[in-house]
């Protein structure tokens, strides 16, 4: 990732980059909900940041999975 694209994030968009990046090698589906009570986040915050980042230029690859319980993402890396 390039440093023009990182000053375009916000910092709760970095915070959810980040932690997809850390994460996605040993887990492929994360919780809205979840990635929020990590990172002190509602779901509804995770879910319209995770957004900017899922229709950008990102080494993570973003899929909006599910919506039981909490919207569910797929993640690639």
Known sequence: MSTAMASDLTSKQRQILQYLREN????TYFK???I????GMTAKEV?????????SEY???????GYSSSTTWKVNV
Not at 36 to 39: A, D, R, V
Not at 59 to 65: L, Q
């Open 24 to 27: 996605a090698a040993t887990k």
């Open 32 to 34: 809205s909900r979840l």
């Open 36 to 39: 929020g009570k990590e990172l």
């Open 47 to 55: 879910g319209s940041n995770i957004t900017a980042l899922q229709n």
């Open 59 to 65: 080494d993570v690859d973003i899929e909006k999975w």
